[in-house]
């Protein structure tokens, strides 16, 4: 009965013990020992009246960088997350989409945003030491913002870099790629929102630019090593 009734349990993914009851034909006075055996041996996970089949290697690839509480929904329902994200899509329809709640969209949203902004700062302290570069300041929300361009490719910080001896100018073509993308950057801004983690905002608004669809899916993957 218990290799048949973990096999049930894979397929089904997650489930009440109500519903697994109707599905199996069994009572629940038989099926809860045997659940809570699984249980015991990380087979499943019980959080909030709902089991989780533990599928170590899709969840381990899926979720190996999501945050502890994102380990409770399948690759599949995360991959509708991602790729609702990468097609900029409200998290108020995304919630729709998966029949989860708003708040739970909103924490994986900020977790993607949070990831690109670390993402760009790694490349950008890399470009750095290897060729120091004064930055262009700009405000948003009476907050300064440290810009920096290196092969046309736009970085903001929250903090400016310590200052070096000599740093080098910014070329005349970085410029004017910095410029235009300041502009974008300012015109994707919505002020009810924009000013809460701004810096993950603005990183999110540069990686999207000029990008399809396809490619911020593939790139937002591979961030997430899914």
Not at 193 to 215: D, G, S, T, Y
């Amino acid at each position: 009965m218990n290799e048949q009734l973990l096999r049930t349990c894979k397929r089904l993914n997650r489930f009440t013990l109500e519903e697994l009851e109707i599905i199996t034909e069994t009572d629940k006075s038989l099926l809860k020992p045997v659940l809570e055996e699984f249980i015991s041996q990380r087979q499943l996970v019980l959080r909030d009246g709902i089991y989780f089949y533990c599928n170590k290697k899709s969840t381990e690839k899926a979720l190996l960088k999501l945050p502890l509480s994102f380990q409770y929904h399948s690759p599949k329902v995360i991959e509708i997350i991602i790729r609702s994200f990468c097609a900029d899509i409200p998290s108020t329809k995304t919630a729709l989409l998966t029949d989860l709640g708003l708040s739970c969209i909103t924490k994986f949203y900020k977790f993607f945003r949070k990831l690109l902004y670390e993402k760009q700062q790694e490349e950008l302290l890399i470009s750095y030491r290897n060729n120091p570069q004064k930055p262009s300041t700009r405000v948003f929300f009476d907050v300064p913002f440290s810009f920096y361009t290196y092969n046309k490719k736009i970085f903001v910080t929250i903090k400016p870099f310590p200052k070096k001896k000599n740093p080098h100018s910014v070329t005349e073509e970085d410029y004017s790629e910095f410029k235009r993308v300041y502009s974008f950057v300012t015109r994707g801004r919505e002020s009810h929102k924009f000013q809460v983690n701004m810096e993950h905002r603005i990183a999110e608004l540069i990686w999207r630019r000029n990008k399809p669809f396809e490619q911020l899916f593939t790139e937002l993957k591979a961030l997430l090593n899914t």
